[in-house]
């Protein structure tokens, strides 16, 4: 297979065909980021298209110097955060979550479950988008520092530094007790 600085020199002279490559090898990547960016399976489908498109426009902007996977990944979750922004200004009822299950929970518990899961999401919004990211790649990928280094173009010292700042932040931020009303004395 070839490196993808080879396979993008070709696009860039013409051969248009070569782009496939970088599409079938970032496909199923692109996907999984859109997919817990959004959290969406079916709306993720579309971005992948409109994420290869948007790199494949910008090729002659990509530095080879630096990570194409990082550049493209960079595209993805930039591509998921605008689309996050949308929704904020326009909220739909298609965005609600739906689930069957074959068992019946006891209401009770299966409210608490997704109550807790709505305040965890909450606290990662709440974050960064820097420090997100972190979180992500380390604990739902399960990269390495270094392979985080390599995909967002940071040294292993940043990628550790963000992290442990992002742990506080929302260790913090879990740990702070939430206001419910006003005091009625």
Same mark, same amino acid.
């Given at each position: !297979?070839?490196?993808?600085?080879?396979?993008?020199? /070709?696009?860039?002279?013409?051969?248009?065909?070569?782009?496939?490559?970088?599409?079938?090898?970032?496909?199923?990547?692109?996907?999984?980021?859109?997919?817990?960016?959004?959290?969406?399976?079916?709306?993720? /489908?579309?971005?992948?298209?409109?994420?290869?498109?948007?790199?494949?426009? +910008?090729?002659?902007?990509? %530095?080879?110097?630096?990570?194409? +996977?990082?550049?493209?990944? *960079?595209?993805?979750?930039?591509?998921?955060?605008?689309?996050?922004?949308?929704?904020? *200004?326009?909220?739909?009822?298609?965005? !609600?979550?739906?689930?069957?299950?074959? /068992?019946?929970?006891?209401?009770? /518990?299966?409210?608490?479950?997704?109550?807790? @899961?709505?305040?965890?999401?909450?606290?990662? !919004?709440?974050?960064?988008?820097?420090?997100?990211?972190?979180?992500?790649?380390?604990?739902?990928?399960?990269?390495?520092? *270094?392979?985080?280094?390599?995909?967002?173009?940071?040294?292993?010292?940043?990628?550790? !530094? *963000?992290?442990?700042?992002?742990? %506080?932040?929302?260790?913090? @931020?879990?740990?702070?007790?939430?206001?419910?009303?006003?005091?009625?004395?």
């Amino acid at each position: !297979m070839q490196d993808d600085r080879e396979v993008i020199a /070709e696009v860039l002279q013409g051969n248009k065909e070569a782009y496939a490559l970088i599409v079938n090898k970032y496909k199923g990547k692109i996907a999984s980021i859109l997919q817990r960016t959004l959290h969406h399976a079916h709306d993720a /489908e579309d971005m992948v298209q409109e994420v290869f498109i948007k790199a494949y426009y +910008s090729l002659p902007d990509y %530095k080879p110097n630096h990570s194409f +996977s990082a550049w493209l990944y *960079r595209i993805a979750i930039n591509r998921g955060i605008d689309e996050l922004r949308k929704r904020k *200004r326009m909220p739909s009822v298609m965005e !609600m979550d739906v689930e069957v299950k074959d /068992e019946c929970p006891i209401p009770e /518990e299966d409210y608490l479950v997704k109550e807790q @899961q709505q305040a965890l999401r909450q606290q990662l !919004m709440a974050l960064g988008k820097d420090y997100r990211t972190i979180l992500d790649l380390h604990y739902l990928q399960h990269l390495s520092y *270094r392979e985080i280094g390599n995909k967002l173009s940071l040294s292993v010292d940043t990628v550790r !530094m *963000r992290l442990s700042y992002a742990r %506080k932040k929302l260790r913090d @931020q879990l740990s702070k007790p939430k206001k419910k009303g006003g005091n009625p004395f």
